[in-house]
Nanobody
Framework: QLQASGGGLVQAGGSLRLSCVAS????????MGWFRQAPGKEREFVAA????????NYVDSVKGRFTISRDNAKNTLYLRMNSLKPEDTAVYYC???????????????WGQGTLVTVSS
């Protein structure tokens, strides 16, 4: 089970940190990712991190502004979001990767989502 939190209302240029806590003892076995879904749009990939945390990947629109990280000892995934823009407004979801390889991310289990609203 994945529990996401940390969303809220922030002004453009502000920052937020999302967290996703995983229950169970297998968190470190999964590559993890963040996705988002804006109103009226399809869910899109935002960022991913490998099981060890060494490798990360981002969608171009958030590169340099967002940082994905994880703490395997705490079973927690993070997404630090800086320089937020109104177009970042969306429900953000954490997810596990059904594959163990790095380079392709196939979401399997989803968290419940946390809403991020960026005002202009």
């Amino acid at each position: 089970q994945l529990q996401a939190s940390g969303g809220g209302l922030v002004q453009a240029g502000g920052s937020l940190r999302l967290s996703c806590v995983a229950s169970g003892r297998t968190f470190s076995r999964y590559n993890m990712g963040w996705f988002r879904q804006a109103p009226g749009k399809e869910r899109e990939f935002v960022a991913a991190i490998s099981r060890s945390g060494v490798n990360t990947n981002y969608v171009d629109s958030v590169k340099g502004r967002f940082t994905i990280s994880r703490d395997n000892a705490k079973n927690t995934l993070y997404l630090r979001m800086n320089s937020l823009k109104p177009e970042d407004t969306a429900v953000y979801y954490c997810a596990t990767d059904r594959t163990t390889d790095w380079g392709t991310f196939a979401p399997e289990y989803w968290g419940q989502g946390t809403l991020v609203t960026v005002s202009s």
